[in-house]
């Protein structure tokens, strides 16, 4: 399979291996749609760096950011056929495959990034992780970013402003929910094709976190930023099972352990990210930024939150149920 490149725990081949350097190594080809200087971004290459360590280079992690291997669209089916061995899709994107993972993008289900790390890291999470083992698919992590906020070309400040508006959103029924009750249409669209459509006025809003603002410049092609805080944007690092569970133990131990590291550095790491990032496109632009009270934020949870029920059939009861323990 490809990826796969030769490597045996046969004993004269690992010593071969040192002897010949490079010949032997398992490659792993990790694609992603996002720039370098944002958390999934940082998170890739430093997993790169420790599985590189861990592994005494038995193992290599070729790191292919900003769409450059496959695009948004089509990397789940390269991860499919193995064309590529692991991919980190923002969770809206995984909707499709598992539907109980729209519990991610309800509005307000995490009320505070400390909520959403106890889930995730969590029962909740597990479970989650649980549903995507399917069709070739094995969930071995969550990588957050961090909450979304709304740009757009006039002012925001109650969802009543949604009206009329057109976002684009990532492939999710709730995100499309959350926008047309108030009156705005919505296109799924690639990541990278969101600047474009924004400044050719295709699209005048859209909803993302910080980090993804600044590093595509979207604030460039928007006149407003709304700190909402209102839905969740993280990762699922996903890899194809076949490939995973041919690797040999020692080497699915290293590569776990500088998952788990990663993960931990990108918990601490990523809300920090968002907010220097904030701070730079705050000096930097003349986007007008608009932060929501509190009181606000409470408003806006009233009026988003019709869409649980609409969607507890399908996210399951208990799960939802278990979401909003903690977040209560
Ligand atoms: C988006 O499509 O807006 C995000 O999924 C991009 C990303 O991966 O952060």
Known sequence: IIGYQSYSSNKELAFDYEQQGMNDQIVIKFSHVVAENTPKGLAAIRFARLVDEYTNHR?????????TLFSDKNELEALRKNEVQMIAPATSKLTDVAPEWQLLDLPYIFPSYAALEESLTGEVGDELLKKLEKDQLKGLAYWPNNFKQITSNTPIRTPADFNGKLFRIMPSKVLERQF??????????????????????????????????????????????????????????????????????????????AMDETSSWLWSASQELNQKQLDQIRNTSDINIYKLSEEEKKQWMKEMEFIYPEFEKQIGHDLLKKALEIRN
């Open 59 to 67: 193992v290599r992690v070729e790191v292919y950011p900003n769409e």
């Open 180 to 257: 047309e009750q108030f009156g705005a249409s919505t296109s799924v669209l690639g990541f990278n094709d969101t600047f474009r459509n924004l400044e050719g006025n295709n699209l005048n809003s859209q909803e993302n976190t910080i980090s993804n603002i600044n590093s595509k410049k979207l604030y460039q092609v928007q006149k407003h930023l709304t700190i909402s805080d209102h839905g969740y944007l993280g990762y699922a690092v996903v890899v194809n099972k076949q490939f995973w569970d041919q690797l040999p133990q020692d080497i699915q131990v290293r590569v776990s352990k």
